[in-house]
Structures are given as structure tokens and as C-alpha cells.
């Protein structure tokens, strides 16, 4: 059992620490989920920290703790944005000189909020396609120029800043909550603030959540110790790490009852819900907590959740990504391969006789342009209703064009959407 009781009260000296430096911020209840659940789902909005996330918080405790050296040497970091933006705000904030380093793959959203935040004081380097790339970078540069090495998750300083949330989730309910729910990358929010509510509570029930196509955590869990995944889909970009640290691992493995992964296109869906209903601009990490209700986390009448909304950077361009990948996930839009008959007339004969009163073409592309109206394309439906997909596969298969269904897990998925 990790001593949780120590970090508990690192994560207590944090919080005076950040004091007039991270904001508290809101915990609100959400009518919408709250209505879905059938009992009260607050949202802790750390979308609406300083640097929109919750990693200034991290990133400032363990800057303040090295002060006098980093002035000297300066500091060094990766990160997939989120963390960049914390350490970039701590060194200006504090008058320290810092090099980040950010995968090719960040949001140009963050890049640009780290150089605003950083000014003069901080160097960025893009660099690899994902973060354990960037981190592999700045751990280099921190041995050959002595600079020190902000970590992301994976140590306990960073942790206990970034467990903060905790204590003011609970200052502010009155009381520890039945459940949180926390978004899992690296593990260093869910650590430090699983340490600090399991050393007040044995009761609560504390839920991670990480991208499906990046559940490191869940991998670690299951051999027992961090491992390094062979591949992760970077769409999460905020919990988006191949391998969790040695630290949070302990910590988690210790007290937190449970990690489970979620799709893409849930938390796809979820962050459209959130935007449209709730005016909550939320990057897909942000999204993650929330997303995990009524699939992987089901609270009973009575209870309270609290799910942690952990970051609201999220680049305006990234929607139409967001929007396809939802739509896909519900089950509204799908691809086919069509051949079509090689007379005049197929493609109306199909617009008439195979799609359905409320389904939309939504690309049409030719594979071999013999003319307009033959030869093979891929076709792009949305549907009306999910339900619709059956009565179109049977005209389909009625009709006299050949048809492949390309489904999501169809290696030429990739290549279309």
C-alpha cells in the first residue's frame, strides 16, 4: 500500500502554495447530467483555471520548490500542450528561462497559448508525433545543458500540486462526495487526488477514465507495473501517453478502485453535449469524466459525483473532426465502397431507389472517373436514425450495385474520414 498519508499532506502544503496563484475554481451542478444519472453530477471546472487546465497547478508547485536553482540553469519540459502552458506561466511568473519541448501533433490553439503565456522567457521546439517522443527530447536537453526537467505527471511535487483539485472539490461540496471521476493521462491528477480523499475517506469511489485508444493506465494495471504501448491514438491529446509513470502507477494501483476506457466517438459525442447544452468549451481530455457516465460509471439515486472537467483548450478547427467522429460512433454516418453498374442512369436509379427519405449523401468520390454516372465510388451516408442502417444495407443489397460496407475497424477507414 503507497504511503498516501505523506502525499496527502504534500498535496495540503500545495494548496497554500498555489494560494493566490492557481484560481479556485467552480464546482457546479450539471442539470443535464444530473437529469441523465437521476442524481447530482457536479462538474469541477478546471477548463477554467488559469491556463485552462489544471496543470499550472503541478507545474507551479514544483517550479516554486526549485526556484533558486532553475533561476540559474533554467527549465526544461514536454508536453502534449496542457503542461506547457502551466511551466510557461510558472516562468514568467517566477523569472525563469524555460525550453519546451511539444510533439508536431499539438493544436496550433496550444501552441499559441504557450507562447502567449511564456513571452520572452520561454523557447518552444516542435518535435516527434507524440509526447513520450517530445519527453525523450527534453530529458536529453536537460542532461547536456543542466537545465531541470519539469515532469508532467510523474513526480510527487507535481502530483501533490496537481491533487489540489481534491481538497477544493471537497472545501467547496462541504463534504467527500460519493464518487469523483478523473480523467487519467500519465495518472498525476488521479494520484494526488486519490491520496488525498482516500486518507479523509474509505467510503468514496474514485473512477479513471482514459482514451480508449490510449489506456496506458489500464495496461499498467493489468501487468502489474508500467508498460510501454506499442501504439496510441493521439486524438486525446491531453491523455495521450504510452507509458504512465512509476510513481502515479504506485499511487493508483494503491487506492484508486478502478480505470476503464472510452471511445473516442463517446467522448466525441460528449463534448458536442457539452458545448451545445452546457456552453462548456472542453478539449477532448476535458471531456473524458463526463463522457464515462452511464457506460462506465452508473451512480445510483442519492448519490453525488463529481467529474472533473480537466482542460478547455480546444482548437476551433478540430471540430469538424470531432463532429464526424461523433457522428460515427452513434452510428449516423457510414462509408461504402459502391460499383456502379456501367449504364446511364445508375447513380439516379440509387439516389431513388437505395437511400432513404432522411438520408443525406455526404461524399461522393469517384475511384475511376470513366464519366459522371459510372464506375466505382465511395459514398459517404449519413442516416436520419441509427435504426435506418438495416432497411439501407437490404436496398443495397437489392439494388443492382455491388457494395462494401467500410467499417470503422477497415483499415481504409483512415484513409476517408
Known sequence: MPDTTTMAAQVDEAAHRLRGVARETPLELSTRLSDAAGAEVWLKREDLQIVRSYKV????????????????????????????????????????????????TT???????????????????????????????????????????????????????????????VDQLGRVPDRVVVPVGGGGLIAGMASWLRDRS???????????????????????????????????????????????????????????PVDEGRICTEMLAMYQHDGIVAE?????ATAALGKVVVPSPGEVTVCVVSGGNNDVSRYGDIIERSLVHEGLKHYFFVEFPQEPGALMRFLEEVLGPDDDITLFEYVKRNNRETGPAVVGIELGDAADLGDLLVRMDQSPCTTRHIEPDDPLFGFIR
Open 57 to 104: 497547478r503541478g507545474a507551479f508547485n514544483f517550479i516554486a520548490q526549485v526556484r533558486e536553482a532553475a533561476q540559474e540553469s533554467g527549465v526544461v519540459c514536454a508536453s502534449a500542450g496542457n503542461h506547457a502552458q502551466g511551466v510557461a506561466w510558472a516562468c514568467r511568473q517566477l523569472g525563469i528561462p524555460g525550453r519546451i519541448y511539444l510533439p508536431r
Open 107 to 169: 493544436p496550433r490553439q496550444k501552441r499559441d497559448r504557450i507562447r502567449e503565456l511564456g513571452g520572452d522567457l520561454v523557447d518552444i521546439v516542435m518535435i516527434g508525433e507524440t509526447f513520450d517522443e517530445a519527453q525523450e527530447s527534453a530529458t536529453g536537453h536537460g542532461a547536456e545543458s543542466g537545465a531541470l526537467v519539469v515532469p508532467p505527471f510523474d513526480d510527487p511535487r507535481t502530483i501533490a500540486g496537481q491533487g489540489t483539485v481534491a481538497r477544493e472539490i
Open 202 to 260: 474509505a467510503e468514496i469511489e474514485i473512477v479513471g477514465v482514459e482514451p480508449a485508444g490510449a489506456a496506458s493506465m489500464t495496461a499498467a494495471l493489468r501487468a502489474g507495473r508500467p508498460v510501454t504501448l506499442d501504439r496510441i491514438d493521439g486524438f486525446v491529446d491531453g491523455a495521450a501517453v504510452r507509458t504512465v509513470g512509476r510513481h502515479t502507477f504506485d499511487l493508483v494501483n494503491g487506492v484508486v478502485d478502478r480505470v476503464a
Open 284 to 288: 477532448p481530455a476535458g471531456a473524458l
